[in-house]
Each structure stands twice: as structure tokens, then as C-alpha cells.
């Protein structure tokens, strides 16, 4: 690798390590997704060396950054979040042209990743992520005195941060990973998604700037663009690395985790890997209203060509006219969907694959097809079939990435309850129900409610809200780890750990733990949560 | 496996599958620490049909279970926190034989026990882990609305408790795993330590009587005894089984975090697995009150003949007269230590072949041991190496369970950072020091922090204290997750997960998150946490 001065307008194709705009000896192109054609300029191709390098700067970070006071840290990612907007137009243009997406869709990715690193900023200022608590010496208690013990919570360490292909703003170089990751002070190596290098050169250049203009260590953030699956399994293989964000397939995701298992030190990964995102016609609802529901359905399944980890891929219904009508509906709305450019090549000929294999298998059919387009596009499906077909293959369950769902016809309620029971881990479940179905669906609430992290009724999961209440997470496999989220201010716990100090004296303590409060938190005394003092 | 009518006084061998007491066609038996002779009755080794039935009964009682009130579910730990009280002394008499430990300390063990049930009671009825959340809709948002959105953290499902050997009540059938997963909502299954059996099982029977006194689903809590390594792993491999709970030794908690991995399902296992609790001496304090600290480390080291896993087992300060002073005024004390009953003579042959092994490598001397005694008793022992050794062999830090610590003589202060650096994750880590040492002492406390879940000054690692702030956790390897601990409130957050409803009609909504706030509970709204309202 070569290192040059480095810049943050333009477009370079250089992995960026700390301060350093650095180049390799092997490079790649990004590709048109709507033609197929080659972008300028080539990318560098970081390998194991770019890794430890950034590692090692990563982690010479830590320290200080991971002590930073809540203002400071806060104010910092306020600046990513100015510095990203300040990118303007050239920003969208290339991601339109990398990624297909239309440019409405990228503005408003874009206006979620800048609130998103606001709202973190807001939380880190609150302090409350750090947990203080204080169990104040009992110097007399009996039979033995209690010593004062005073616990926060403190950065993991260095974060690895995997961009998805299909949000490459809100989940790629400065999104909710990487957002959380900063708020809770770790510093973070993205390894950068090749479908969209350029928007991720853009973004990453922009978090530097944040961080120079911060007066923070310049470890603080490197990026590391690159191809190849090599780089990806060295940087989680890096020692000095202590948490795993990544967003993406299935597949991609349980490669890192058997990396991260087999480290001589084990770390967590986080990893949102897909999901079929069941959604339950209650019969009323069905019976009332079938056709606005399957208007909403394929709106909610094509749109931004279904490349959401929340598209709705499997309905569930109770056989009979409505449902036949719901289907008729739909296939209509299907055939008419206007075919969209998918992110990339290869994401549509796995997309055709999948539809295909899937209409091969037993006791399915192709209820209706989109109409075919250009390189890039792919035409919609919906397929259908039998609860008894999906119980005994459990196949007929799994993702097909991209704008195709399956409808399931089941016999009864409790036909339903038992393909609940069939599925794996989810991100979301829906229930479309009207009052008539509030018993039937009363009971399926607590089942749905093991299988994902969200819950929904009367609506369509795609969409997902960035706030304090949002789960964007769930039981494996939707996700290594359901006791997390990666969307939403709760996300900061994953790269979080607890240390407790024990009789240390004053000038010992971490600012937070300190008696005169000099972060101004809300801390919990003896059990009882003191409120924030004035500033 | 066959059932018998159950009672709740005496020990029968059985397993306790639900209301069920369980035989089994191989048995196992118990045997005194002291003597080694084999102690009455005969106990079931449970196998995969009771694995089978426990866990098919927790599923059973999850529903219900894991939605009690706050109410109902502190009054059940009560009950089980008095129903051990009421064993009275038949469960010291029998632990005591069990493990050799003595009476004062298991007194002090039994009433840590059923403290931390008590803790957790008035942590449960606080809510406060319901963490309840909600984003209110806004119907009239640009350009989208935001939905309704409420969040709850809910049990992850049932949970396998592994208990040890050295705590038989508080990290054993009703410690601190079991109270903390409860307390979240999940059934447990026990699989019981085949070294203490009889003091498993009447601890069983006192929280069996708790979940029917408390009228619960009796899949609330089973227990399996049994010595064979296959108990464990059918329970860690039942797809039921949602979590684990686990302390022992590094090699059974690493096999149990290989066969979670390996499910078709991974789930989270929490193992405490080991350490040796770096001890740092620095010089001011060292010349200050060498001898002082000689003592209170002995002390420490062969408190419960050393079984602790904060155990210091490792001590560093900079070589010179200071140092010396206190190696032979520790060493003194060492010989005149008396020797302490084992828990088994498998821990005792073990603990001597670990300080045989330690003392042949290179580099390393014996400093003192203490004198021999019975055939349960092991001598406590002093050795001693210089930390160029350890630097060059990693095996100088691991554990000797057991009365036995090595102290690593440093060249400098830089020297102390370097070994520091070198060792693994750890639970504990102590600094002692005077006035003086502050300024070395505040560069290492970071370090030391990274590395363990508890840092302390001027004490001794043993002691464990269960209340808010405790951190009983640390980086791998002292555990399989240093995001957590096992002692104190902040251990109910292993078993819990969160999930968010969207747009949910108010009658289909979980109680803590209904419009009307039935369980009174402290949430936040919108950002702003409400406090809890009065009842």
C-alpha cells in the first residue's frame, strides 16, 4: 500500500486509514447497476495489510476516545452528520447510479442517516447509556462491612462495521452500526460494501473530516473498500477487534460468525442477516377489505424492488373465496408493478434463481409475474401454495431476496398456529385483523412475538422507524444475537460492557463515577435512580 | 425413568422433572469431602428422556410464566428465598459433608442465597427491567406518519443452569443464574452437580414447593442430577432451551459453548469460567505495609481452601528488598497455613498436579507450601518467577484452582504494563497501593479495566457482594461474555430481549405496555422517562 495527502471532496478510489488516503497495488470498479457499465475511477483493494494498519491506529484510539465526555463525543457526531449533508447532490448521484435506487428514495436515506447520527448524539448527551450506579460503602455493616462499589459502562473496543448493498447510506459506512458504535465510544473500521464504493469514499470522507474537525484521534474511523471475502474474515479475525456490525445475507453473516467463534478470544457479532417476514390475513380483515390489502401488499413487496430485510415474502390465509380473491387481487397488482433496477447483478440473478427454484418446488405455483425489463430489472413475483406443502419443506420458508412473496393457504386458525411454529427467527410478523379477529388474533400475538423483534398489526413492515421504541432485530436466524437491535437508540448496548470499581480512590475513578458528577448524569444511588442534576 | 408421588423434606434421589420425582435405572452417589466415603441415597442420573421431559414441560409453562405480573412473580422468589430458609439446618448439615466447606461459611452462603432471591423480588416489582418505551404515533408527520411503536423486554425462553461445586447454594441450584433467569421470566431446568446432590435436591424441593405454593405452571423449574458430561449437553442441545447459565471450569464451559453453536439454533451461553485475579503491589504501598498485605493475601488466597474464581492468584510487583520482604513474609504464612478440606479429591489431584506442572516450568521456583494433612486437604502454595518467564510463556498465568498463587517479580513499572498486556480477560484485577503510587496507578487502571469486570483498590478479590453496581464478569476467558455479569441486578439482562408492537389495538398489547399502565410501571414516553406512577 502507498499513502497520499489526503482530501475530502472528491472521489479518490483510496481506502482511507486514519488520516491517510491509502492505495494498493490491486483495484476494482464499481458498475452501473441500471446499465451494467464500468464506474470511474478504480478502487483500491484493501487486503490484510490496510487491516492492520487501521487496526492498529483503531486501537491506539481507544483510550482517549472511549473517555471522551459525553458533549465532546456528541458534538463529534454531529459533525459526521453536517459534513454528510454538506456532500450535497454529488452524494446522491453516485448512489444512484451505483446502487439504481431512485433519487427520492436515496434523499430520504440520507435524511435518516443524519437524523440517526443526531439521535445518538442526543443520547450520548443524556449519559444514560453509561448506567452509572453507586452502592456507597456500609463501613458498619455486619457481619462483614460493604466495600463502595460503583459500576458504568464503558466501550467495547474496536468495532468492525459490514455495509449492507441495499441501504448504502442508512446501513453502510456512517449508519446505525457504525452511528452506535462512535455514540458508545469505539472506534470503527468499515469495511466497505464494492457494490457502492464511491457513496461509501463520500460518507467515509466525511466522518473524517468529523473527526479532524472534532480534534479526536485520527484512529477513531478508517475505511477499507475492497471485493474480496479475504479482507472481510481479516478484519474480524483481528485481535484488536472486539464487536462484529454487519448487515447482509444469510450466508455472509454466519461466515463471520464462525470467524468470530474461532478467534482464540471469541467477540460478538451482530448480524442481520434476512427474514420472510410473515404476515397473518385474519379472516374479518380478509372478508372486509382483500382488495385495498392486496394494494398494500405489493406496493410494500416491490418496493425499492424488495430489496428490504422487511419485505413482506410470506402471507398467511385462510383457504376459501376472500383469500382466492386477495390472490386475484394481487397477482393483478403484480402483473401491472413496474419492474425495478435491482442493486446489482449478481443480487437479480440470485433473485431470479431463488424465484425460479422455488416455483419448482412441490405444491407451489406462480400465481403472477411482472413484466420483464432491462439488464437491471426484475419483474415481481407472487407464488402460492398449501400450510401442508410449507410443513412438510420447510424450504418454501426461506428468502427470496428481491420482490417475490408466497402465499399460504391454510385449512384453520390452528393450521396457522402450526406454520407460526414452523418458522425460524424473524425480523417482523404482521397481523392484518379486523375488531371480529381480536380473539383469534389475541392468540397469536405471544406466538408471533417469540418468533420476531417486531410486532405489527394493520400495517406492512417495510419502513422502519428510528427511535427509542424501534426493535430492528429478532431470533436467529433473522440475526445472530434477538437480544439486540441494530435500528434505534438501543442499538449503543451491543458495543457496551460493565466494569465495576471497587474502594478506588477519587482520583482513580472515571469521570462519570466520581462523586462531584462532573458529567452532570442521572445515577443510580443505592438502588434508587437520582435524577439528572442541573448543569 | 419412572414417577413417583413427591414430598419436599427429605432427599430421595430423585430428579424433579415439574411435580414429578423421577428415578432412573443408573444412579450415582454422593461422597464426603473429608473421608471420601460414599454417603446415602442413591441418586438418579438423569439422561436425554428427563432432559425431554423437563424441557418439554418448561415450554409448557412459558406462556403463562414468562407474562406473570411483577406481583406475582417477587412473592414466588420470596417463597422460594423462605422455603430454603425452612430447610434449616438438614441443608448446612448436608452441604457441609457434601463439599467439606464449613458451617460459618455456608450459613454465610445460605443467606446470600436467599438475599439475592429477595434482591431479585424487589427488582421485579420494580419493572424497571420491563425497560417499557413508547414512541407515540404521529398521524400528521411529513412526508410519513410515524406509527405507534412500544417497546418491552420479554424472556428469552427457557434457560439451563449449570451449577458449581464451589458455591453449592449460591451459584448452584437456586443461585444466582436461576434466581436472575426467574426473576426475567424463564423456566429453568437444573442440571445438578454431581458433587453436592443432596444439597441440590433439597434445595429443588424448597423451590418446587415455591412454584405450586405460588399456583405456577410446575414446568416454572426442574432439576436433573446426574454426573455424565451428556446430561449437560443434551440439555445445552434442546431446541427448548433458550439459554445458559453456567460456572466451572474453563473446559466445560467452552464445551457448552460449542454445542450451543453447533444447534441449528445458536443461543447465548453465559459461562464464569475462571481467572487468576492479577493483584498489582505497588512500590509505596509495598514499603509501606509489605507485611500487612503478606497476611491479608494469604488470607485471601487460602480462604475456602482457594476455591474461589476471584481467587488471587497472581501477584506482580517490581523486584527489589520491598518485594522479597514481602515474598518471605507471605511465604511464612503460607506454611503456617492450615490445610482446608477440598471439594473432591478429583479438585484436589487436579489442584496438585497444577502446582506441580507450574513449578517444573521454566523460570518458575516454590516460594513455601503449606503442610500436608487427610486425604481431602490440600496444602496451600507459594511460587514465585520473574515476568521476562511469563512474558515468554503464557501457562505462567493460568489458573491453579485451588490455595495457590504465583508472584511475578517486574523489572520497572513498564515491565507491569507488559504483563498486564499479556493476559487474558479476567474478573477481577487489584491494585494496592499508597498515596504516592497514585500517578503509576492511574495509567494502569485502564488497562486494568479493559481487562476485567472489577477493578479494586487496597482489598482483596474475594468477596463477591451482590447488589446494583457488582460486575461479576470480565473479557474472555474469565467468561464466555464480558458483556454481562452473574452477580447483582444487571445479571437479569442475560436472559431478557427486547420486542417492539406497532400499531397494536390497545386489547391485543402486552399489560406493560398498555395505554393504562396496569403494572404501574416507570416508562419512557417519546424519549422522556416517566416516572413510575403511584399504585
Known sequence: MSKQPHGNAAIRGTALIGEADVTTSETFRAVDAATGAALDPAFASAGAGEVEAACALAEAAFPSFSETDPGTRADFLEAAAAAIADLGPALIERAMAETGLPQARLEGERGRTIGQLRLFANLVRSGEWVQATIDPAQHKRQPLPRPDLRRRHVALGPVAVFGASN??????????????????????????HPAHPGTGELVARAVRSAVAASGLHAGVFSYLPGPSNALGTALVADPRIKAVG??????????????????????????????????????????????????????????????????????????????????????????????????????????????????????????????????????????????????????????????AGILVATTDAAEITRVIASLGGQLTATLHLDPEDEPLAAALVPLLARKAGRVLANGWPTGVEVCHAMVHGGPFPATSDGRTTSVGTLAIERFLRPVCYQDLPEALLPQPLRSDNPWHLARRIDGVLEPQPGR
Open 167 to 192: 441501504f448504502p447510506l442508512a446501513f453502510s459506512v456512517a449508519g446505525g452500526d457504525t452511528a452506535s458504535a462512535l455514540a458508545a465510544g469505539c472506534p470503527v473500521v468499515v469495511k466497505g
Open 246 to 403: 454487519f448487515t447482509g445475507s444469510r450466508g455472509g453473516g454466519l461466515a463471520l460468525m464462525r470467524v468470530a467463534a474461532a478467534r482464540p478470544e471469541p467477540i460478538p457479532v451482530y448480524a442481520e442477516m434476512s427474514a420472510v417476514n410473515p404476515v397473518l390475513l385474519l379472516p374479518a380483515a380478509l372478508r372486509a377489505r382483500g382488495a385495498a390489502l392486496a394494494t398494500g401488499f405489493v406496493q410494500s413487496l416491490t418496493m425499492g424492488a424488495g430489496q428490504f430485510c422487511t419485505n413482506p415474502g410470506l402471507l398467511i390465509g385462510i383457504a376459501g373465496p376472500e383469500l382466492d380473491a386477495f390472490a386475484e387481487a394481487a397477482g393483478a397488482a403484480i402483473r401491472e408493478s413496474a419492474p425495478h433496477t435491482m442493486l446489482t447483478a449478481d443480487i437479480r440473478a440470485r433473485f431470479e434463481s431463488a424465484v425460479a427454484a422455488m416455483a419448482e418446488r412441490p405444491g407451489v405455483t406462480v400465481a403472477a409475474r411482472g413484466a420483464k425489463a432491462g439488464p437491471g430489472g426484475a419483474p415481481a413475483a407472487l407464488l402460492r401454495t398449501e400450510a401442508r406443502h410449507l410443513l412438510a419443506d420447510p424450504s418454501l420458508t426461506e428468502e427470496m431476496f428481491g420482490p
